[in-house]
């Protein structure tokens, strides 16, 4: 037994709808046989298409811009992927605090070995956007890619120096002052 269905639409066009009339006056929509037959006509055009001196087209021309594009966008988004990170790493080195724990010397050598790992690993970052030809322009985002590395590092190293576990006051070198020999000695008090 079908069940009668409570919501119902009729997506039929009746002579009293608005816009009857004009579809009427319309053409039937094509076949595809002929649109088959237009996409070879197409393509054979393309394949006839005039080539300049290098032999390549029009098309791979503009396919090859756009894929330089793609690629110097990509490789700016590569570049700035460090400075996303430091205000993250800034805000945990602030969390973990001033003293020394697991936490705060976990974090710390996190925020110092990683931009380290970062400037060593440069080429390899930017290996997906190398164009054979050499026409994308990797030399400004590489060296912007450094700078943020840089930048995550003096953070790093900012929170160190709080943490005073880098020597940075004189009484961090006194080991190596070499102190006067005292020639002869007096009994009498200063």
């Known amino acids: 037994m079908a069940s009668k269905r409570r919501w119902s639409v009729n997506l039929n066009l009746r002579e009293c709808d608005v816009g009857y009339g004009a579809l009427q006056k319309?053409?039937?929509?094509?076949?595809?046989?002929?649109?088959?037959?237009?996409?070879?006509?197409?393509?054979?055009?393309?394949?006839?298409?005039?080539?300049?001196?290098?032999?390549?087209?029009?098309?791979?021309?503009?396919?090859?811009?756009?894929?330089?594009?793609?690629?110097?966008?990509?490789?700016?988004?590569?570049?700035?992927?460090?400075?996303?990170?430091?205000?993250?790493?800034?805000?945990?080195?602030?969390?973990?605090?001033?003293n020394l724990n697991v936490f705060s010397i976990s974090i710390t050598t996190m925020a110092i070995m990683n931009p380290v790992k970062g400037i060593l690993n440069v080429s390899n970052a930017f290996r997906s956007c190398e164009d054979p030809d050499g026409k994308v322009d990797l030399t400004s985002s590489k060296a912007l890619f450094v700078i943020m590395n840089l930048i995550w590092l003096a953070v790093g190293l900012y929170k160190m120096a709080n943490m005073k576990l880098l020597p940075l006051t004189s009484a961090d070198w006194e080991g190596y002052v070499v102190w006067k020999e005292v020639l002869e000695t007096s009994s009498i008090p200063p």
């Open 26 to 98: 319309k053409s039937m929509p094509c076949d595809m046989g002929l649109v088959r037959s237009v996409e070879r006509e197409m393509e054979q055009k393309s394949s006839h298409s005039v080539k300049d001196d290098a032999g390549i087209t029009e098309a791979e021309k503009k396919q090859a811009i756009a894929i330089r594009a793609r690629k110097q966008s990509n490789a700016t988004s590569i570049a700035f992927s460090p400075g996303k990170q430091i205000a993250m790493n800034a805000f945990m080195l602030w969390m973990s605090g001033k």
